[in-house]
């Protein structure tokens, strides 16, 4: 296949499927009615029952709108929020990672754009000599947060065994993305060392990171969010710097990143169904062991 064919191919692939999660997921739930009484079939005698029932101490609160069918339906909404501000539309969070995506797709099929990689590349080469050892590590280092701020007393969104699960979604995708995306496209490093550039996987290993950590923890305060983007922005950067990747290898791969993040969140309730877990609330408990020849503590965490 053709270079420009298989960059369309991914450009494609990304857009729909941040359609296909952006959609209003719905699960629907039959609930039957615990009602002392047969509902009728017909609606006269529906509405005679409600009449009779009205004046019943225990049913003042209740809502007669129960009665219209023998079974309820009930509604859950995955993943819309109730408000209603541009950032929390079923789309929003899909804009950003998609348009990341597709500027590194769209680099390799124009010039112009093109032009930015190699100037770039060549003004590395003028000015640093040494490269800077850094990203290497950087790159984990939002994701170290995400667990360390808790254990600091900050408050995550979800308990330790949700952004597990979330934060191991989020890496298998990356993961997944990043090696099809390289080995598919062929794209020569700015050194010559391989032709698996597009896209960087260290900027996208970073953004994962950084994208879960300001969904966690953005009610606590959005400068740990914006704090997290910097080291990950940082290390893309050096890999600029290090000759290792393009501009546009940078900017796909902190899409991937984003995108990949949002899946994790997206597929959390897939994996409670999944595992059967229901809310628990997350609590720790310290025993004191006490005898005559020692003296411990017993802690029991359940999250």
């Given at each position: 296949?053709?270079?420009?064919?298989?960059?369309?191919?991914?450009?494609?692939?990304?857009?729909?499927?941040?359609?296909?999660?952006?959609?209003?997921?719905?699960?629907?739930?039959?609930?039957?009615?615990?009602?002392?009484?047969?509902?009728?079939?017909?609606?006269?005698?529906?509405k005679s029952t409600i009449d009779a029932i009205s004046n019943r101490s225990d049913l003042n609160n209740f809502n007669k709108n129960l009665l219209a069918s023998p079974y309820d339906q009930v509604t859950f909404n995955i993943g819309k929020s109730k408000k209603s501000s541009f950032f929390y539309f079923s789309y929003s969070r899909y804009i950003i990672p998609a348009a990341l995506i597709s500027y590194g797709v769209v680099v390799h099929m124009n010039k112009s754009l093109r032009e930015v990689d190699l100037s770039t590349n060549h003004e590395v080469g003028e000015h640093l000599s040494q490269p800077i050892p850094y990203d290497d590590y950087m790159q984990f280092a939002p994701a170290?947060?995400?667990?360390?701020?808790?254990?600091?007393?900050?408050?995550?969104?979800?308990?330790?065994?949700?952004?597990?699960?979330?934060?191991a979604t989020s890496y298998l995708i990356m993961g997944a993305a990043v090696q099809t995306m390289k080995s598919t496209t062929h794209v020569a490093r700015p050194?010559?060392?391989?032709?698996?550039?597009?896209?960087?996987?260290?900027?996208?290993?970073?953004?994962?990171?950084?994208?879960?950590?300001?969904?966690?923890?953005?009610?606590?305060?959005?400068?740990?969010?914006?704090?997290?983007?910097?080291?990950?922005?940082?290390?893309?950067?050096?890999?600029?710097?290090?000759?290792?990747?393009?501009?546009?290898?940078?900017?796909?791969?902190?899409?991937?990143?984003?995108?990949?993040?949002?899946?994790?969140?997206?597929?959390?309730?897939?994996?409670?169904?999944?595992?059967?877990?229901?809310?628990?609330?997350?609590?720790?408990?310290?025993?004191?062991?006490?005898?005559?020849?020692?003296?411990?503590v017993g802690l029991v965490y359940n999250f």
């Open positions: 296949m053709n270079m420009k064919y298989r960059f369309l191919f991914f450009a494609f692939f990304t857009l729909n499927l941040c359609h296909v999660f952006a959609q209003e997921d719905t699960i629907k739930v039959g609930r039957k009615n615990k009602l002392d009484f047969p509902v009728s079939d017909s609606v006269n005698q529906q170290v947060a995400v667990y360390g701020l808790d254990l600091m007393g900050i408050k995550a969104r979800h308990n330790l065994r949700d952004r597990t699960m979330i934060m050194d010559g060392s391989n032709m698996k550039s597009f896209p960087s996987g260290h900027t996208a290993t970073a953004f994962v990171g950084a994208h879960i950590l300001f969904k966690e923890y953005k009610d606590s305060s959005p400068w740990i969010g914006v704090s997290g983007y910097a080291v990950a922005l940082a290390s893309g950067t050096m890999r600029v710097l290090n000759k290792k990747h393009w501009v546009s290898d940078v900017a796909a791969g902190a899409g991937v990143g984003i995108l990949s993040a949002e899946l994790g969140y997206a597929l959390l309730p897939v994996w409670h169904h999944v595992f059967g877990i229901k809310d628990k609330t997350k609590s720790l408990v310290i025993l004191p062991a006490i005898t005559s020849e020692s003296l411990g």
